[in-house]
């Protein structure tokens, strides 16, 4: 997991904390302080080099991605085993569970409410914006299948008929699926239309766009 932190300089190790300290917005009791330089002082009092420190925040579990989810999901009454991965900046969540039907939702929404619900309350004060990511069954990667696969049928459709698609209503997530599964077609492009829950992926010709 990204630790989150602040580096501050000060004419002493105690000037540098206490600018640490207002910087990150935390009490001496919930950070780990770490000196990084103690700095140099001349003959005379004069500072040449200054006191520079680090300071990072002491995580609570169940302020985590993982606590949280375990939270979540022990209020729903569903017993879960979660396993945790880094990559590429975000946090992936898998949870094992009898109870993957009710997790997942209809449509993955229950599922994507989680995910929506975590990221709000992990990034609301978080110096460091992390997207956490929640899956079960393997659902993600077979719903961005099933998609992409849709994307190329409707893409198929557009392209015989000459007639634009719009494409029922999704979630962010799953629109930006179909936009990357088109993104190098040659004879398609596509776009967004509407507004929040009733916002869908259109697919036209790129002649008809340009025209």
Do not use: W
Request: net charge neutral; proline share 3%.
């Amino acid at each position: 997991m990204t630790e989150q932190f602040v580096e501050e300089e000060g004419r002493t190790t105690e000037e540098a904390l206490e600018r640490a300290l207002n910087k990150i917005g935390a009490e001496r009791e919930h950070v780990r302080i770490t000196v990084l330089d103690e700095g140099k002082k001349t003959l005379f009092g004069l500072i040449s080099k200054p006191a520079r420190v680090r300071v990072s925040l002491k995580e609570d579990p169940a302020s985590t991605p993982e606590g949280i989810l375990k939270v979540l999901l022990d209020e729903m009454g569903i017993k879960s085993d979660i396993h945790t991965r880094a990559t590429d900046g975000n946090i992936y969540l898998t949870v094992n569970t009898p109870s993957a039907g009710l997790l997942i939702g209809r449509r993955g929404r229950t599922l994507n409410a989680i995910q929506h619900i975590i990221n709000c309350i992990v990034n609301r004060s978080s110096l460091v914006k992390r997207r956490v990511i929640v899956d079960a069954e393997q659902y993600r990667e077979r719903r961005e299948e099933i998609l992409t696969n849709l994307a190329h049928k409707l893409a198929t459709k557009v392209k015989s008929t000459g007639q634009e698609v719009v494409v029922e209503p999704m979630n962010p997530q799953d629109r930006r699926i179909i936009h990357l599964a088109l993104q190098d077609d040659k004879d398609v492009t596509t776009f967004s239309r509407g507004e929040g829950s009733f916002r869908s992926v259109v697919i036209t010709l790129k002649e008809s766009a340009a025209g």
